[in-house]
């Protein structure tokens, strides 16, 4: 028999063990000296980088539209501590710098989470969606991506609307599991993040324009179905379906128009968690 770990004893070892790890990344900021951003302005800078909004009430599978409900609460709380953010050269974002602890007496509700690969609940859950929409704007600025956590090789729900390529999304869990980016340009740059009814919406805001623009695509995308493999959790699975697909991000010179670089930022070979439908052609392996 396999033995526990120690955060597998209990609730309370788990509770523990996250602790731990909260403390250790207070202490690791501390002794780096990070110099985060923090400067907010109501004003935005004139030149507008990307624009992107985000579905909030998204039907994941058969997950309880409640925590679709709270989450919507629970974006409303987070953005204020973003929005206006102004990103200086040299300084670092970090979401959980800014957002901070998400507890009920704030106001948070349970959301959906992700634990152990697969759908949970917890208060603040959701935030997910923030940092995701975030990325995506990073992604096509000079920006430099320092810290990005996916969802451990998982294809958790069936698209649902889906605009942007699978895998490019984050995972963040207080606070040692972050997003952050790190302004190393010249340039100046802002977020602009609010909610409407429907949507969570965000801009990419800098000082002067930028050298490049970026286009982020995806390429031989498909679904496999393929032996079991010892030790993966799959072992006894008459065959296990996977999602595949390669994300690139073509390096676009703004003056003549023409790709100066195709970076492969993502290879996905994700284990599909739900029943695919019909209408999805599955290869055999």
Known sequence: MKRKLFCEISPLTYRLSME?????????DFL???HFAKERSESSLPVLVYRHNSLIRRRLGNVN????ENKATNLALAVPHINGLIIRPGETFSVWKLVGRTTKRKGYKEGLTIAK??????????????????????LHSELTITEHHHHDGLDLFPDFGRQIPFGTGTSISYNYIDYRFKNETNNIYQLRLWVDDE?????LRAKEMQRHTFHIHAEDEY??????????GTSGMEGVIYRNGKV?????DRTTGRCVESQLIRTNHARVMYECPPSIVIQDK
């Open 248 to 252: 690139y991000r073509d390096v676009i």
């Open 32 to 34: 780096q000296g990070t």
């Open 199 to 203: 949507y969570l919406c965000g801009e």
């Open 117 to 138: 690969g697969q759908p949970n609940q917890g208060i603040g859950g959701g935030l997910c969606q923030l940092s995701n929409l975030i990325h995506w704007l990073i």
């Open 20 to 28: 731990k790890e909260i403390l250790k990344r207070h202490l690791k």
């Open 65 to 68: 539209m409640q925590l679709q």
């Open 223 to 232: 679904f496999s179905r393929e032996r079991p493999r010892v030790g993966d």
